[in-house]
């Protein structure tokens, strides 16, 4: 037997009626494909109607008690005796290929599992609810399946049109059955730490029958909530592309209305009823049909919301969880100014401390570059409010007037440092007219490190990646990493791109050499952050505490950018003033 066909069906045997007679004329060999339907406890007749499907030899059914999808697809599992396992639901139509199209995949030791697009019929069910699951599944396979599969929530499609060999799913114990919704996305993320991975299969077309009221779908989200936890927990990869990962990337004003809508005593789900209702009557209409989804979107993340504040405990644990925010200031030499250096890369100490004693005294928590990457993808716990203090360059004088402070208050930081240039100076910068500045020896490196310092990588020589070709960009990756972790005798996982230049090119080499980036792009960052490309608020010499606080909320500084604004608008206005002058 080639192939075992896995169909877990509960009350849905009008449904079943429509779907099975495809399956059952496939064109692969009836003798080389079983069907298993199980009988999930269902009360509708649906044992009756399989009866009569009791002339095909290929068709096998199993009846349990009602115990839900998972515990009926384990049990097919243990029952099918095909080499490779095809998972179907009871709601999908079958095109006449793909049993076929399953059984021919070509599939490697770990590249072992595949799917099928599963397209939503457009011509049954609900308009609202076909529309809703249209707007994504459609989208999905058409767009971006076909491409790549992502490596996010809908990265693994361990779910109906999906296949593997029966040893794989065994092997990894089968669906966790403690899951109502999400036991797919538990599967096929079980299945990718194990190793293996999914190829996509075109061709091998199916269509589901989307029979549920928008009702029902704002029901699930309820389950779906506590399932994008659980699944959060199980696999913080995950966190990023939940719906929870982005709560605190959102402007102000969204974020209060999550925050009220998720704990308020009663859900304003029922209150968008009406109005979700009136624009999916009114589809037609220009802009009635988007409304209408957007509404819908919005039913089911309230639903899903109240349910994950209930199940973390409060609206500030979901938020610790899945949406914690971190500012990153970007300094450089802390001292005094010396004779022909950069005024506008220096701080004082005096400077620098008064803003320690802001960042202490309103609660933020410095951490190191990699317990943002624990947190990213570990989901380890982060102080209320972290903040990364980093230190470009690795200036001599920040052992004398800035590392000691840090110490003082019971804090830390990250210094980068150019590897080619430990002990030396600031070479890069001489063709700026700037003097040479002494840089940190080994000794001094190692003895902060000692300390709690963290140390990354800066590259070798403080090269403009941006125009390198990509075998010397990996050379200044990979040689400063080993030079630093040679001398510090520890993993050392972080890189700030030289002048924060950068392209996406770099940053992909960099993907294969760090677990984390620092840019010169402003703002905060949050789960949804690509780590190869965090964001930083530049400290300069003429920033004042007012700065600090729009810096560490923001990520930027809105004094900067408020009179780069009115510049632009002064030189738009006074060129216009000049233009009409001259037409005259």
């Known amino acids: 037997m080639q192939v075992s066909v896995i169909i877990a069906?509960?009350?849905?045997?009008?449904?079943?009626?429509?779907?099975?007679?495809?399956?059952?004329?496939?064109?692969?060999?009836?003798?080389?494909?079983?069907?298993?339907?199980?009988?999930?406890?269902s009360t509708d007749g649906t044992t009756d109607l399989l009866r009569g499907f009791a002339s095909h030899s290929n068709l096998r059914v199993i009846e349990q008690q009602n115990r839900g999808q998972a515990a009926a697809i384990n049990a097919g599992l243990r029952t099918a005796k095909g080499e490779l396992v095809l998972f179907l639901d009871d709601d999908i139509l079958c095109g006449p290929s793909v049993v076929s199209e399953h059984a021919r995949a070509v599939r490697s030791e770990l590249t072992c599992l595949a799917f099928g697009p599963v397209l939503v019929s457009p011509d049954d069910g609900d308009p609202l609810a076909v529309d809703w699951a249209r707007s994504f599944c459609d989208e999905f396979f058409e767009k971006k399946a076909a491409?790549?599969?992502?490596?996010?929530?809908?990265?693994?499609?361990?779910?109906?049109?999906?296949?593997?060999?029966?040893?794989?799913?065994?092997?990894?114990?089968?669906?966790?059955?403690?899951?109502?919704?999400?036991?797919?996305?538990?599967?096929?993320?079980?299945?990718?730490?194990?190793?293996?991975?999914?190829?996509?299969?075109?061709?091998?077309?199916?269509?589901?029958i989307f029979a549920k009221k928008p009702s029902d779908v704002v029901e699930d989200a309820r389950e779906e909530g506590n399932a994008e936890i659980r699944l959060g927990r199980m696999?913080?990869?995950?966190?990023?592309?939940?719906?929870?990962?982005?709560?605190?990337?959102?402007?102000?004003?969204?974020?209060?209305?999550?925050?009220?809508?998720?704990?308020?005593?009663?859900?304003?789900?029922?209150?968008?009823?009406?109005?979700?209702?009136?624009?999916?009557?009114?589809?037609?209409?220009?802009?009635?049909?988007?409304?209408?989804?957007?509404?819908?979107?919005?039913q089911q993340n309230i639903v899903g919301y109240r349910s994950a504040v209930k199940m973390t405990g409060?609206?500030?644990?979901?938020?610790?969880?899945?949406?914690?925010r971190l500012p990153i200031l970007?300094?450089?030499?802390?001292?005094?100014?010396?004779?022909?250096?950069?005024?506008?890369?220096?701080?004082?100490?005096?400077?620098?401390?008064?803003?320690?004693?802001?960042?202490?005294?309103?609660?933020?928590?410095?951490?190191?570059?990699?317990?943002?990457?624990?947190?990213?993808?570990?989901?380890?716990?982060?102080?209320?409010?972290?903040?990364?203090?980093?230190?470009?360059?690795?200036?001599?004088?920040?052992?004398?007037?800035?590392?000691?402070?840090?110490?003082?208050?019971?804090?830390?930081?990250?210094?980068?440092?150019?590897?080619?240039?430990?002990?030396?100076?600031?070479?890069?910068?001489?063709h700026l007219g700037l003097s040479e500045q002494p840089l940190m020896s080994e000794s001094q490196i190692r003895e902060w490190a000692d300390k709690g310092i963290e140390f990354g990588a800066h590259t070798k020589t403080h090269a403009d990646l941006t125009l390198l070709t990509p075998e010397q960009i990996a050379e200044e990756m990979r040689g400063s990493r080993k030079r630093l972790e040679d001398l510090l005798g520890v993993p050392v996982p972080s890189l700030a791109y030289p002048y924060g230049y950068y392209t996406a090119a770099v940053a992909e080499?960099?993907?294969?050499?760090?677990?984390?980036?620092?840019?010169?792009?402003?703002g905060l960052n949050y789960l949804g952050t690509d780590l190869l490309r965090l964001r930083r608020a530049e400290v300069v010499h003429f920033r004042t505490l007012g700065d600090m606080r729009s810096m560490v909320t923001l990520g930027f500084n809105l004094m900067?950018?408020?009179?780069?604004?009115?510049?632009?608008?002064?030189?738009?206005?006074?060129?216009?003033?000049?233009?009409?002058v001259h037409l005259k």
């Not at 849905?12 to 004329?25: S, V």
């Not at 500030?316 to 949406?323: D, H, N, P, T, Y």
């Not at 900067?560 to 632009?568: E, F, I, N």
């Open 560 to 580: 900067s950018v408020a009179s780069d604004r009115a510049r632009r608008v002064v030189r738009r206005v006074g060129g216009r003033v000049l233009r009409a």
């Open 9 to 41: 069906t509960y009350n849905r045997c009008k449904m079943l009626a429509r779907t099975l007679p495809p399956l059952l004329a496939q064109d692969f060999p009836s003798e080389d494909y079983e069907i298993i339907v199980v009988v999930d406890g």
């Open 509 to 522: 080499i960099a993907r294969s050499h760090f677990d984390l980036a620092l840019t010169c792009d402003e």
């Open 235 to 298: 696999f913080p990869e995950l966190r990023p592309t939940s719906r929870f990962g982005g709560v605190s990337a959102k402007p102000w004003w969204k974020r209060s209305v999550a925050r009220a809508v998720s704990t308020a005593p009663v859900s304003a789900e029922p209150l968008l009823r009406p109005l979700t209702w009136g624009f999916s009557k009114l589809r037609g209409f220009p802009g009635c049909q988007k409304a209408a989804l957007r509404l819908f979107y919005t």
């Open 147 to 208: 491409e790549e599969p992502e490596t996010g929530w809908f990265g693994c499609m361990a779910s109906a049109n999906s296949s593997a060999p029966r040893s794989v799913i065994l092997s990894i114990g089968g669906l966790d059955e403690s899951f109502s919704r999400g036991n797919d996305v538990e599967l096929g993320f079980r299945l990718m730490r194990a190793g293996f991975r999914f190829s996509y299969l075109p061709n091998a077309q199916t269509h589901q």
């Open 314 to 324: 409060s609206w500030q644990a979901l938020r610790k969880e899945f949406g914690a």
């Open 330 to 430: 970007m300094y450089h030499n802390i001292g005094p100014l010396r004779e022909g250096f950069d005024r506008y890369l220096t701080v004082s100490p005096e400077m620098f401390e008064r803003q320690l004693q802001w960042l202490k005294k309103h609660g933020y928590t410095p951490i190191h570059s990699s317990d943002w990457i624990a947190y990213h993808r570990d989901g380890t716990t982060l102080p209320e409010k972290p903040i990364l203090l980093t230190f470009d360059d690795a200036y001599a004088d920040i052992v004398e007037f800035g590392l000691p402070l840090l110490i003082k208050y019971g804090l830390t930081g990250t210094v980068f440092v150019v590897s080619d240039e430990i002990g030396g100076t600031n070479k890069w910068d001489l």
